[in-house]
Antibody
Framework: QVRLVESGGGVVQPGRSLRLSCAASGFTFNNYAMHWVRQAPGKGLEWVAVISSDGSNKYYSDSVKGRFTISRDSSKNTLYLQMNSLRADDTAAYLC??????????????WGQGTLVTVSS | QSALTQPASVSGSPGQSITISCAGTSSDVGGYKYVSWHQHHPGKAPKLIIYDVSDRPSGVSNRFSGSKSGNTASLTISGLQAEDEADYYCSSYTSTSTLVFGGGTKLTVL
């Protein structure tokens, strides 16, 4: 079955960096674009970034553009999110998710459980 | 990349129908067929209930239906049940190849 498992969250000071990982299994990783979505405490879902199935195209929300980098390693079936220059408003649970179907332009029905990032001094 | 506009809350009694709106622009909702809806019970993973404006994934009840008119998409839930009480989020593909979510709507089943 499809499984997505995030890791790498924690408490970090403002301005520092953190790298999140999302290990994927149960499907052909190379066939699907992958997304990062976050949810701040008490807030709604916020889309963060997407990477195409072959890794050649990457798009970001305005709130993280220039600070976050999404990447993937097909040999490890793993998605990454490198987060630099972290700010207090980046505090959130970060979830990885698979696109709905190849080329589907939407987040589908497979999500990780989330990893919590807390930015605080 | 402004969030799509959803009502903060809606409510209905068991058996009734409710509709949640999702207002965007011609650069997102109005411009593409890629509008989806997720149901989110706190503490659980979001569940996809509608994709491509009006398609339902297999296994999702036909009590859930989606539509779009101009720049506004809608989710209708008919025959409300207690287990439908959750947060609902719309999302859309945009002209800059990004995605955008709505602010979320809390559904209360009275």
């Amino acid at each position: 079955q499809v499984r997505l498992v995030e890791s790498g969250g924690g408490v970090v000071q403002p301005g520092r960096s953190l790298r999140l990982s999302c290990a994927a299994s149960g499907f052909t990783f190379n066939n699907y674009a992958m997304h990062w979505v976050r949810q701040a405490p008490g807030k709604g879902l916020e889309w963060v970034a997407v990477i195409s199935s072959d890794g050649s195209n990457k798009y970001y929300s305005d709130s993280v553009k220039g600070r976050f980098t999404i990447s993937r390693d097909s040999s490890k079936n793993t998605l990454y999110l490198q987060m630099n220059s972290l700010r207090a408003d980046d505090t959130a649970a970060y979830l990885c998710a698979r696109e709905i179907y190849p080329g589907g332009k939407a987040v589908g029905d497979y999500w990780g459980q989330g990893t919590l990032v807390t930015v605080s001094s | 990349q402004s969030a799509l506009t959803q009502p903060a809350s809606v409510s209905g009694s068991p058996g009734q129908s409710i509709t949640i709106s999702c207002a965007g622009t011609s650069s997102d909702v109005g411009g593409y067929k890629y509008v989806s809806w997720h149901q989110h019970h706190p503490g659980k993973a979001p569940k996809l209930i509608i994709y491509d404006v009006s398609d339902r994934p297999s296994g999702v009840s036909n009590r859930f239906s989606g539509s779009k008119s101009g720049n506004t998409a809608s989710l209708t839930i008919s025959g409300l049940q207690a287990e439908d009480e959750a947060d609902y989020y719309c999302s859309s593909y945009t002209s800059t190849s990004t995605l955008v979510f709505g602010g979320g709507t809390k559904l209360t089943v009275l």
